[in-house]
Each structure stands twice: as structure tokens, then as C-alpha cells.
């Protein structure tokens, strides 16, 4: 099947205008229109990748003064794949087993490294005697699915088994990501829980990209607003699925929406700009996870765009997000 692009598919009916943008994040969007004039169309990938939205952060920025070994492995991985490279960061304070976030990194499938968005990931560690896997799985469209998703599911089944030489304990490992890295973090937890896998304590999905079907009512009110829009998120999808995009075999694994069961779950926490692609997908995830009876925290940040968080650090909203974000970790840890 050819998937339809974004241009042809009808909107759905009675769909509104763009919700509007919270005040203080619209000023930190500002300056960033004239990257997002342009529709980030496949051609324009390799442009994506040589100048990034936002800086590596260095060992040294990893280090947080002190509080934190970092170091870089080389670990198996899928069988045939080339070794998955693994970013970790464990509390040099730590006097015994230690909670650990395993971390996929955003960037539409398409861009990004391990150290990608892995600072803030970082922080939250530091606040709560936390350790820190990020993962540098392969990138579409040179890696297709499932590539990508089983280099991280790799590397999760690694660190699991060698979480007594890491000092993490492997009762409570939180996968946890942003954008395509929440997706890829939803698709480990479905993943986890099919091949009796690693149990999880929990799954951090921050405004997760979840659907290649790219039709909810949200993808047709921001498209051509904000950071990702409905081209954007087409791009994505179809660098990662090719023609089998928004078509009918698309695995759960590849697009987790596509899951007809979400019972059995680790305890889920998603959040999500009002004012963004996902809204709507978002949405509805947790929605469905509580009507297969599971447990998720759902949050819907008022004028939020995509990412919001990482390029208004400061505005109100963000701050909020992500004290509700550890909030949520502190809870989940504690019980």
C-alpha cells in the first residue's frame, strides 16, 4: 500500500482552530520560526543531522560536579545488528542498589545520539539517587523497522542482566523517553511484557510519538504551527516504515497505538502540550490504558508546543512539567 501524505488525507470533520500558545512559550517559539518555515521533508534530513536544535552536553555537563560517572559502552546487539552503544551515568554517592531510568532519545526517528535530551533525564537522577542508560540505537530511514527498536530493547535486556554490576537495581528500571524516544520507550514496555522480558517498574512517555496514521484532530489543527508538525511527523513515519506507513500491518512495536491490548503494563506517566501533533494520540494512550485497567498519570499542558519544555526552560509550564515528572518517579519509586 502507498500511504496517503499528509496534503491528501481528508481532516476530520468540525476540526477548530489551533489552540493557542501559552504566552510565554510563544516568545521562545518566536525565534525559532524561520528553522520551522521550511517543511522538514526527507531531502532535508541530512541538514537536520549536521546542525541540531540543541548542544551535545558534554561528559563534564554529565558529571553534574562530581555526582556522576560517566562512561560509554559498547554492549550486544540484536542478533545479525552491530553492538548497541550505551551512555551511563551512575551516582557516585550511591552506598547500594540504585533505581536507573533507561532513556530513548527523541528526534522523529530520524536525528539524534545518546546524549540527546539525556540531561534532563540526568537531573531528575541526581534529585532522586537515580542512575541513567541512555541508548544510541540506529536511525531511519538507513534503519527501517524494527532496527531501531530492537537495538533499544538490546540494550534494555543488557543492563537488566548486568544491573548487579552497574548498581542498579533491576526491580526498578523506568524506561523513559521524549518524542519518538516516547514512543520507543511504549514499545519496550509492550515489548518487555510479550517476550517476558525485563520487568518494569514504570514508563515515563513524554509527549510520545505514538500513531503513524498522523490523523487525529490535533495533526490537522497544528499543521504548519509550532515544532513538528503533521509533515514533520510524516516524514518520520515514513523514514522508519516506508510504503507500509498508515497502512493496515503496521507493528505495535513500530507505532505503539497500533496495540490492540495495553493490559499488564507498567504504571505509566504521559504528558503532552495542548498545542502540538500529539496531543491527541497521547490522549487517547492513556485513555486506553486505563480501559485495560492499568495505571497512568496523564497531563496536558496548557498552550504547550512540542518539546516545550526544552526550548522555554523557564516558563511557567515547563517548570511545572517537570516537577510533576519527578513527582510522579518520586511516588513510583517510593511504592
Given at each position: 500500500m502507498t500511504p496517503t501524505s499528509p496534503s491528501t488525507v481528508p481532516a476530520p470533520a468540525q476540526v477548530g482552530p489551533p489552540p493557542p500558545f501559552d504566552p510565554e512559550c510563544a516568545v521562545a517559539l518566536a525565534p525559532l520560526a524561520e528553522v520551522f518555515a521550511k517543511p522538514l521533508t526527507a531531502d532535508a534530513i541530512p541538514a537536520l543531522r549536521q546542525h541540531p536544535l540543541t548542544p551535545r552536553p558534554t561528559d563534564e555537563d554529565l558529571r553534574r560536579g562530581g555526582a556522576f560517572a560517566v562512561e560509554e559502552r559498547s554492549v550486544p546487539g540484536p542478533e545479525g545488528a552491530p553492538e548497541v552503544s550505551l551512555l551511563i551515568c551512575r551516582p557516585t554517592a550511591a552506598t547500594g542498589p540504585t533505581p536507573a531510568i533507561y532513556f530513548t532519545h527523541g528526534g522523529?526517528?530520524?536525528?539524534?545520539?545518546?546524549?540527546?535530551?539525556?540531561?534532563?533525564?540526568?537531573?531528575?537522577?541526581?534529585?532522586?539517587?537515580?542512575?541513567?542508560?541512555?541508548?544510541?540505537?540506529?536511525?531511519?530511514?538507513?534503519?527501517?523497522?524494527?532496527?531501531?527498536?530492537?537495538?533499544?530493547?538490546?540494550?534494555?535486556?543488557?543492563?537488566?542482566?548486568?544491573?548487579?554490576?552497574?548498581?542498579?537495581?533491576?526491580?526498578?528500571?523506568?524506561?523513559?523517553?521524549?518524542?519518538?524516544?516516547?514512543?520507543?520507550?511504549?514499545?519496550?514496555?509492550?515489548?518487555?511484557?510479550?517476550?517476558?522480558?525485563?520487568?518494569?517498574?514504570?514508563?515515563?512517555?513524554?509527549?510520545?510519538?505514538?500513531?503513524?496514521?498522523?490523523?487525529?484532530?490535533?495533526?490537522?489543527?497544528?499543521?504548519?504551527?509550532?515544532?513538528?508538525?503533521?509533515?514533520?511527523?510524516?516524514?518520520?513515519?515514513?523514514?522508519?516504515?516506508?510504503?507500509?506507513?498508515?497502512?493496515?500491518?503496521?507493528?505495535?512495536?513500530?507505532?505503539?497505538?497500533?496495540?490492540?491490548?495495553?493490559?499488564?503494563?507498567?504504571?505509566?506517566?504521559?504528558?503532552?502540550?495542548?498545542?502540538?501533533?500529539?496531543?491527541?494520540?497521547?490522549?487517547?494512550?492513556?485513555?486506553?490504558i486505563w480501559q485495560a485497567g492499568g495505571r497512568a498519570e496523564l497531563h496536558v499542558w496548557p498552550g504547550g508546543f512540542h518539546g516545550f519544555d526544552g526550548f522555554a526552560p523557564d516558563a511557567t509550564i515547563s517548570r511545572e512539567a517537570r516537577s510533576a515528572r519527578r513527582d510522579w518517579l518520586r511516588r513510583l519509586l517510593a511504592g
Open positions: 522523529g526517528m530520524i536525528v539524534g545520539d545518546n546524549r540527546s535530551g539525556v540531561l534532563g533525564m540526568v537531573e531528575h537522577a541526581e534529585a532522586l539517587g537515580m542512575a541513567v542508560v541512555s541508548v544510541d540505537y540506529r536511525l531511519a530511514p538507513e534503519t527501517p523497522h524494527p532496527g531501531p527498536v530492537e537495538d533499544c530493547y538490546a540494550g534494555l535486556v543488557w543492563t537488566a542482566a548486568q544491573a548487579g554490576e552497574l548498581g542498579i537495581d533491576p526491580a526498578r528500571i523506568v524506561v523513559a523517553g521524549g518524542s519518538a524516544g516516547g514512543g520507543l520507550a511504549a514499545a519496550l514496555a509492550l515489548m518487555a511484557r510479550d517476550r517476558g522480558g525485563p520487568v518494569l517498574a514504570g514508563q515515563l512517555l513524554l509527549c510520545p510519538m505514538l500513531d503513524d496514521r498522523n490523523d487525529s484532530v490535533s495533526a490537522h489543527q497544528m499543521a504548519g504551527l509550532g515544532v513538528w508538525d503533521r509533515t514533520a511527523n510524516d516524514t518520520g513515519w515514513t523514514a522508519l516504515l516506508g510504503a507500509d506507513r498508515g497502512g493496515p500491518d503496521v507493528s505495535p512495536y513500530a507505532a505503539p497505538a497500533r496495540a490492540t491490548d495495553l493490559s499488564g503494563l507498567p504504571p505509566a506517566f504521559l504528558d503532552v502540550g495542548s498545542a502540538e501533533t500529539f496531543r491527541d494520540e497521547d490522549v487517547a494512550y492513556a485513555t486506553r
